[in-house]
Nanobody, 130 residues
Framework: QVHLVESGGRLVQAGDSLKLSCTAS????????MGWFRQAPGKEREFIGG????????VYPDFVKGRFTISRDSAKNTVYLQMTSLKPEDSAVYYC???????????????????????WGQGTQVTVSS
């Protein structure tokens, strides 16, 4: 069982930067590809980026490329989402998720499909004011 806890969400102004953290207990995240998702009121949960278990491959949708960066620190059992140039439309609850992996390649692909992730955090609220 993997317990994930996101932190770092808060109220910020448009143009600000914010770094979210996702820390795990119950398992080593080195065995998991990690994804970040967000859900705004009245909208579906959407994929905003992922990183494979090795840290050698990241995937982002076009609408966040150049602004969002995912990284991981195995020693801290933590994954990060660095966000820059935040916009009001980025306001949402942000979730991290874990997908167990036994891949051996540093360039192994990362899934963008919500249903393929095994564990989810409780979410952290990010609000960007205009």
């Amino acid at each position: 069982q993997v317990h994930l806890v996101e932190s770092g969400g808060r109220l910020v102004q448009a143009g600000d930067s914010l770094k979210l953290s996702c820390t795990a207990s119950g398992a080593m995240l080195t065995w998991y590809d990690m994804g970040w998702f967000r859900q705004a009121p009245g909208k579906e949960r959407e994929f905003i980026g992922g990183i494979n278990r090795h840290g050698g491959k990241t995937v982002y949708p076009d609408f966040v490329k150049g602004r969002f960066t995912i990284s991981r620190d195995s020693a801290k059992n933590t994954v990060y989402l660095q966000m820059t140039s935040l916009k009001p439309e980025d306001s949402a609850v942000y979730y991290c998720a874990a997908d167990f992996s036994t891949s051996t390649s540093s360039w192994a692909p990362v899934t963008t499909i919500l249903g393929e992730y095994d564990y989810w955090g409780q979410g952290t609220q990010v609000t960007v004011s205009s």
